[in-house]
C-alpha cells in the first residue's frame, strides 16, 4: 500500500521548516535508514531519514519549499512492485490533512476556554494532640528521642550525615544513638552532602526510611538538586509510582557571628516546592512530635532546626507515641487585638513582643506555624478575622518569604476583615554581616514585632516604619 | 547471604583486576538460546526507537526524546545476568533499558505519547518513567544525579541483605559530574553492591570525549578509590553479556563496586532536534556497517546455523507486530484526565 511521508517534528519547538533539498528522487528505490531530504528546523538543518523500504512514487512538496506545516504529506512512497496508480489513493489524505489543519485552529481556541479544576484544599481533621505526662529536656534531646524512638519502631529507618555516629553529632543532636543502634544504622559520612543526599534518595526509593542530617542547612545547598528534583518531583513524575520517604533536617536560619555563609534562613526556599512537606519546630514538644511525624510521613519532609534553639530546655511529652499533624498551626498565646505569625526562634520573639504588647494594653494572637508547606492558612485567616490585622515574623529576607506568601493569603482570603496593611518583620535585605553591631542590625528583634504590632493596631503613628 | 563471608579482599592493584574468564570464575558466556532471546531484545528496542522517532516527527511524543539506537547491545548483555531482586537505574535514554527490564512496549510507548496509560499516568515523558515491579527505578533527567541514587539502591541492598545488586548506567558525558566520585568514594568506603556502567558513545551531547575528558579512559575512574575497572565491546552482546557475569559475580559477592565501560555508539543525534554534526558520516556508516550489534549476532546465529532466513523473517514479523501494536496503543490510550494534575504529589499519611 502506497505510504506518504509526512512533514516531521524535528525539535520540541517545531511547527513549520523548509523543505531545503531532496536526496532523492521520483522512481528511486530506498531501504529503511537511507537519507531522502533535507530539512530546516528553528533550530537547525536536519536530515530526514527514510523509516520503510519501498521506491519514491511521488515528490508532493518541491525542493526549497518554506513554511511546510508539520504532518503535511511531501512525499508518496510505494511499496516495491506497486505502480503510480497507487498514488490516487493519496488525493484524499491530502483533503483530511488540510481538514486536520482547520480542525487545530478550532482546537487551539477550544483549549483558551478549558476551565483548570480547582486546586484541591488540604484537609486536616487531625486534632492537637495532648501532651500527657512530661518531662523538662532540651530540644537537642527532644530530636534525639524522637529519632530513636522511631529507629527502635521500625528497623527501615537509619540515620545518615556528617559526624552523626562518633563524634555524637556536630551539635550534639545524635548522642548516644550509635552506641544503641551501631554503625549500620547510625552512618558517618564524608563531607560530600550532593553525594549522601542522592544516596539518601536511593536508599528510600529502595524502601528505606532515611535521616539524612546537614551539619547544617546553608550546606544542604550542594544537595538542592537530589532534595527537589530527586526527592520531591519522583512521585508525581513516576504517577504515583515511586513514594520517597525521607527526611532532611539539620540547623537553619541565624547563627551566631559566622558571617553570611552559614547564616541563612531556607524556610521560602523548600516552601515553595510541591512534592514534599517542610516543618520548622520550636518548642521541645515541637521537635519531638514534628521530627516523629517527619519520619513516619511517606513523603519528603524538611526538618528545619535552630541552631540557636538546641539548648532550650521545655516541657516535652514522655509518651513514644505523641505525634504533631504536619500542617497544622498552634496558638500560642490568644488574643485579640494582632495576629503574630511566627515559626522556629522567632515564636519565642513573638511571644516576648506579645508580653510587652500586653502591658501597653494591646492584646497580640501568637501563632506557631509549625509547618511551612503545607502552611495552615486556616488557622491564620480565622485569626486575622478576629483581630483584624497582621504581623509576620520571620529571620529569612523579606524577598519572597513567608511573610510575603501569608500576606497574599491574608488579601485572598480575608482582605475585607482588614484593618491594617500586613506587616512583614524580617531579616534585613543582605548576606549576613560578621561584625556583632551589624548582625544584631540585621536581624528581627522582639522590638521591632512590638512596633510593627503598634503600627498594625494604629497606636502609634510615628513608629509605623521600622527605625 | 553467604556470599558476603567472602568479603575481605586486599586493596593491593594485582586483586583489583578482574580474572579472565578462565578455570575458577563463574563466567561462561552466552549459550545459543539466550544470544537469541539478546537477538529479539535487542531487535525489539531497535524497532520500537525507529517508531518512537517515527511518532516523533508526527507530533506525537513531544518535548526531548533521545533514542538507544546502536547502544542495543549493552543493556541487553547485561540484563542478561539479572536477579529478581536487582535493581537498574539510568539516565534520560533510557526506552531500551526499560524494554530490556521487561516492560511493557505499550506502556512504555503510551508514557511517550503522554497518555494514561503510560508507565507514569502520562506525567514523567520519555525521561520519567518507572517500574518498580520491573526493577527499573528510572529513567532520570539531570545528568550524574542518577549515580548517587543508584548508589543509594545498593545500599537498601546490603542494608537489607537481599543479595540484589544495583545496575547503575550512564554517559561519558556523566562521568565529569563531582557528585559520580561521590559516589564512587562512598560505594568503594562501604562495599556497596553496585555495577557502574558507563556507556561511552564518544559524545556528551555533541561535544567528544577528546574535547571534554582530561583522561578518556573511563574505566579507569576508579582507581582512585581502588574500584576495579574493565572496558568491553559495547557492540558484542556476548562480550557485554560475559563481563557482566563476571561483574555480578564480584559486587554480589560482596567485594563492592566494580565499573564497566562500553564502549558503544549512538547512530542518531544526542536528541530529535539534534542534526549531529559533529561527527562526520563516515564515522557513522563505518559503525554502522561493521560494527552493528545486532547485524553482527544475526551473522553469527546464521554461520552456527542456529537461525535460518526464514526464522529471522519470523522474528521481525513477530517484532514487528508488537512494535505495531505499541504505537497503536499508545495512540488510542486517552490524554489523562485533568483532576490528574493535582494527583500524585503527596502519599496520603496512613
Known amino acids: ?467 | 547471604m553467604a556470599a558476603s563471608k567472602s568479603a575481605t579482599v586486599k586493596r593491593s592493584a594485582s586483586k583489583l583486576k578482574i580474572k579472565k574468564t578462565s578455570k575458577g570464575s563463574v563466567a561462561k558466556g552466552p549459550s545459543i538460546d539466550q544470544q537469541i532471546q539478546f537477538y529479539k531484545q535487542m531487535l525489539l528496542i531497535r524497532r520500537f526507537e525507529e517508531r518512537a522517532g517515527q511518532l516523533y516527527g508526527m507530533g506525537l511524543i513531544g518535548g526531548f526524546c533521545h533514542l538507544y539506537i546502536g547502544q542495543e547491545a549493552v543493556v541487553v548483555g547485561l540484563q542478561g545476568n539479572v536477579i529478581d531482586v536487582d535493581t537498574l537505574i539510568t539516565s534520560y535514554r533510557d526506552h531500551g533499558h526499560m524494554l530490556a527490564s521487561d516492560m511493557d512496549p505499550k506502556g512504555v510507548m503510551a508514557e511517550l505519547t503522554g497518555r494514561v496509560d503510560g508507565y507514569s499516568r502520562g506525567k514523567g515523558g520519555s525521561m520519567h518513567m518507572f517500574s518498580r515491579e520491573k526493577g527499573f527505578f528510572g529513567g532520570h533527567g539531570i545528568v550524574g544525579a542518577s549515580v548517587p541514587i543508584g548508589t543509594g539502591l545498593a545500599f537498601s541492598h546490603k542494608y537489607s541483605e537481599d543479595g540484589g545488586v544495583n545496575f547503575c548506567y550512564f554517559g561519558d558525558g556523566a562521568t565529569n559530574q563531582g557528585q559520580v566520585y561521590e559516589s564512587f568514594n562512598m560505594a568503594a568506603l562501604w562495599k556497596l553492591p553496585v555495577i557502574y556502567v558507563i556507556e561511552n558513545n564518544k559524545y556528551g551531547m555533541g561535544t567528544s570525549i577528546e574535547r571534554a575528558s582530561a583522561s578518556t579512559d573511563l574505566h579507569r575512574r576508579g582507581e582512585a578509590y581502588g574500584i576495579p575497572g574493565k572496558v568491553i565491546d559495547g557492540m558484542d552482546v556476548a562480550a557485554v553479556y560475559t563481563a557482566g557475569q563476571e561483574a555480578v559475580e564480584y559486587a554480589r559477592g560482596g567485594k563492592g563496586p566494580i565499573i564497566l565501560e562500553m564502549k558503544t555508539y549512538r547512530y542518531r543525534g544526542h536528541s530529535m532536534s539534534d542534526p549531529a554534526k559533529y561527527r562526520s558520516k563516515e564515522e557513522l556508516a563505518k559503525m554502522r556497517g561493521e560494527r552493528d550489534p545486532i547485524d553482527r549476532l544475526r551473522l553469527k546465529l546464521l554461520e552456527c546455523k542456529a537461525l535460518d532466513e526464514e526464522a529471522f523473517k519470523d522474528i521481525d514479523k513477530g517484532i514487528k507486530a508488537r512494535v505495531t501494536e505499541a504505537a497503536e496503543f499508545a495512540q488510542a490510550s486517552p490524554e489523562p484526565d485533568p483532576i490528574e494534575l493535582f494527583t500524585d504529589v503527596l502519599r496520603d499519611v496512613a
Open chain 1, 1 to 467: 500500500m502506497a505510504t506518504e511521508i509526512l512533514m516531521p517534528a524535528l525539535s520540541p519547538t517545531m511547527t513549520e521548516g523548509t523543505l531545503a533539498k531532496w536526496m532523492v528522487k521520483e522512481g528511486d528505490s530506498i531501504v529503511a535508514g537511507d537519507i531522502i531530504a533535507e530539512i530546516e528546523t528553528d533550530k537547525a538543518t536536519m536530515e530526514l531519514e527514510a523509516v520503510d523500504d519501498g521506491c519514491i512514487g511521488k515528490i508532493i512538496v518541491a525542493a526549497g519549499t518554506e513554511g511546510v506545516d508539520v504532518n503535511v504529506p511531501i512525499a508518496i512512497l510505494l511499496e516495491e512492485g506497486e505502480d503510480a496508480t497507487a498514488i490516487a489513493v493519496s488525493a484524499a489524505s491530502q483533503r483530511l490533512t488540510a481538514e486536520n489543519n482547520s480542525a487545530k485552529t478550532t482546537k487551539v481556541e477550544r483549549v483558551a476556554v478549558v476551565e483548570r479544576p480547582a486546586t484541591p484544599k488540604p484537609v486536616f481533621d487531625a486534632d492537637e494532640p495532648e501532651l500527657g505526662p512530661t518531662t523538662e529536656i532540651t530540644v537537642r534531646e527532644a530530636l534525639r528521642d524522637a529519632m530513636a524512638e522511631e529507629m527502635r519502631k521500625d528497623e527501615a529507618v537509619f540515620l545518615m550525615g556528617e559526624e552523626v555516629a562518633e563524634y555524637q553529632g556536630a551539635y550534639k543532636v545524635s548522642q548516644g544513638l550509635l552506641e544503641e543502634f551501631s554503625g549500620k544504622r547510625v552512618i558517618d559520612t564524608p563531607i560530600t552532602e550532593q553525594g549522601f543526599a542522592g544516596l539518601g534518595v536511593g536508599a528510600a526509593f529502595g524502601n528505606l526510611k532515611p535521616i539524612i542530617e546537614f551539619m547544617t542547612f546553608n550546606f544542604a545547598m550542594q544537595a538542592i538538586d537530589q532534595i527537589i528534583n530527586s526527592a520531591a518531583k519522583t512521585l508525581y513524575m513516576s504517577g504515583g509510582q515511586m513514594g520517597c520517604s525521607i527526611v532532611f533536617r539539620g540547623p537553619n536560619g541565624a547563627g551566631s557571628r559566622v558571617g553570611a555563609q552559614h547564616s541563612q534562613c531556607y524556610g521560602a526556599w523548600y516552601a515553595h516546592i510541591p512534592g514534599h512537606k517542610v516543618v520548622a519546630p520550636w518548642s521541645g514538644a515541637d521537635a519531638k512530635g514534628l521530627m516523629k511525624a517527619a519520619i513516619r510521613d511517606p513523603n519528603p519532609v524538611i526538618v528545619l532546626e535552630n541552631e540557636l534553639m538546641y539548648g532550650s530546655k521545655f516541657d516535652v511529652p514522655t509518651s513514644d507515641e505523641y505525634v504533631l499533624p504536619i500542617g497544622k498551626a498552634k496558638i500560642e498565646r490568644e488574643g485579640t487585638d494582632v495576629t503574630i505569625t511566627a515559626f522556629t526562634i522567632m515564636v519565642g520573639k513573638a511571644l516576648e513582643a506579645a508580653e510587652q504588647l500586653g502591658e501597653l494594653g494591646i492584646s497580640a494572637e501568637v501563632i506557631n506555624l509549625r509547618s511551612l508547606r503545607p502552611l495552615d492558612t486556616e488557622t491564620i485567616i480565622k485569626s486575622v478575622q478576629k483581630t483584624n490585622c497582621c504581623v509576620s515574623c520571620e529571620e529569612g529576607f523579606p524577598f519572597s518569604g513567608i511573610g510575603a506568601e501569608i500576606s497574599a493569603q491574608i488579601m485572598e482570603n480575608a482582605f475585607d476583615w482588614l484593618d491594617a496593611p500586613v506587616a512583614r518583620v524580617t531579616g534585613v535585605d543582605v548576606p549576613m554581616p560578621y561584625a556583632a553591631n551589624l548582625e544584631k542590625l540585621a536581624l528581627p528583634q522582639v522590638e521591632h514585632i512590638v512596633e510593627a504590632a503598634k503600627a498594625a493596631c494604629y497606636r502609634d503613628y510615628a513608629t509605623r516604619k521600622r527605625k
